[in-house]
């Protein structure tokens, strides 16, 4: 069993409630929800929470190292949200929200039209893309879902690509 896992993890500000099999934090800055495996226990306690599994197989163990990791995201996102932030570079590139949806304009004959997610906040300045979400996993994959319209190209860096990310650049050809 993980070691993280033997430990109670402190939940702050955050409210944590499980019934069934679904596993429910509540703070400040939101609410998530998880399904949790049958084969993991968790018990709230005053002193923190705790995951416990119910058998002694290998993939149960691993499982509960994963789940206290779960429960750690969920704690610290719902009382300080994830951020991620996209810039997009081309000349002509733009970006804009429209309702419930983001549009791209990307080089393509057509505009990318793209769902935000329920509990994804978008944020457009310019050509920055900010995200935030008290989901670690739900602002992680929608980043890379909006990365994915058009990744960052070797040649001339044009593309979108995540802040602070290094892209390695190509030289191209020479002149003779």
């Not at 702050?12 to 049958?38: I, M, N, Q, Y």
């Not at 599994?53 to 691993?62: E, G, I, L, Q, W």
């Amino acid at each position: 069993m993980s070691r993280l896992a033997k430990k109670p993890i402190i939940t702050g500000k955050a409210e944590v409630s499980f019934a069934g099999d679904t596993l429910s934090v509540k703070g400040p800055k939101g609410a998530v929800t998880r399904r949790v495996h049958p084969d993991i226990t968790i018990t709230v306690a005053p002193e923190g929470v705790s995951i416990v599994p119910k058998n002694d197989a290998r993939a149960t163990r691993a499982l509960t190292g994963t789940y206290a990791s779960h429960v750690r995201n969920m704690v610290q996102g719902v009382q300080v949200p994830y951020k991620k932030v996209l810039i997009l570079e081309g000349i002509g590139y733009k970006v804009e929200a429209k309702g419930k949806e983001i549009q791209f304009s990307v080089g393509f004959s057509h505009p990318v039209k793209l769902a935000i997610p329920a509990d994804v906040t978008v944020t457009i300045e310019k050509n920055v893309i900010t995200l935030e979400s008290p989901s670690k996993e739900s602002v992680g994959q929608f980043a890379a879902n909006v990365r994915a319209v058009k990744p960052p190209e070797p040649y001339l860096g044009k593309g979108i690509r995540y802040e602070g990310e290094v892209i390695r650049r190509k030289q191209g050809k020479k002149a003779v």
